[in-house]
């Protein structure tokens, strides 16, 4: 069940520090924490720390705000251990809605990469 929450938003509560994360970055705008179940051997969610509920909420005011956080991914990935652009590299990925798969209703954008033998050769 999609529900436009704020007050009872988990990630709310972790880019304000009411529930703990294992940080990996923040500013006045973003906030960006380790995710508590990794896919991958670097997994971080890069969140903005205002509420908005998923990608299809993004008002054209915030659209620098979306940019921050892409221009910023690329850096805290690497900063992360990820390894450089080609051979190395990350993947994105913004789940939106429920047939979109996402669970939590904070808008966030998970960065995933670090060596995974099992996609080479
Ligand atoms: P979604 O499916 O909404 O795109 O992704 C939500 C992500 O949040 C999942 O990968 C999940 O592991 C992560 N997550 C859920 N609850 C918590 C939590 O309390 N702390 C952290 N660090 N990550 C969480
Ligand atoms: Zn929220």
């Known amino acids: 069940k999609i529900v436009d929450s704020d007050r009872n938003c988990l990630f709310c509560k972790i880019a304000s520090g009411q529930i703990p994360s294992k940080l990996v970055y923040q500013d006045d705008e973003l906030y960006a924490f380790h995710d508590i179940h990794p896919w991958a051997p670097v997994h971080f969610l890069l969140i903005p720390k ?5 990608m299809a909420q993004l008002t054209d005011a915030q659209a620098g705000l979306m940019g921050r956080m892409l221009v910023l991914a690329p850096k805290l990935a690497l900063e992360q251990g990820c ?3 080609p051979s190395g590299g990350f993947r994105l990925v913004c789940n939106t809605g429920l047939e979109g798969g996402q669970e939590v209703q904070h808008l966030h954008i998970h960065v995933m990469g670090g060596p995974r033998p099992w996609l080479r050769g």
Request: no cysteine.
């Open 50 to 54: 205002l509420h908005i509920p998923s």
């Open 83 to 85: 390894n450089p652009y």
